[in-house]
């Protein structure tokens, strides 16, 4: 059973920086494709990043150049360094793996960032 553990998001200023993890159990890491996703209040869940088992990486144009995705394969971890926040980034961002062995979408299950004015 694949599990997804996010690490606890915060509150956090304007134009302040921010890393949250998500570590994977029950999964070939390496065989998955991980990803953030978003969801605002009233929105839907958006795509905010995603990096392949090699490392290449894709962006929502509205954090390209302020968030990096990064990924540890030795630790089974997926970051997400925010920099620049701006309020407009609040939401659960929720972790998110696709695997090739399975062909499955497994979420974890969500941690909140509170960017205040």
């Known amino acids: 059973q694949v599990q997804l553990m996010e690490s606890r998001g915060g509150l956090v200023q304007a134009g302040g920086s921010l890393r949250i993890s998500c570590a994977a159990t029950g999964i070939t890491f390496a065989h998955a494709v991980m990803g953030w996703y978003r969801q605002a209040p009233g929105k839907q869940r958006e795509l905010v990043a995603r990096i392949t088992s090699g490392g290449s990486t894709d962006y929502a144009d509205s954090v390209r150049g302020r968030f990096t995705i990064s990924r540890d394969n030795s630790k089974s971890t997926v970051y997400l360094q925010m920099n620049s926040l701006k309020v407009e980034d609040t939401a659960v961002y929720y972790c998110?793996?696709?695997?090739?062995?399975?062909?499955?979408?497994?979420w974890g299950e969500g941690t909140q960032v509170i960017v205040s004015s």
């Open positions: 998110n793996a696709f695997s090739f062995d399975t062909r499955r979408d497994s």
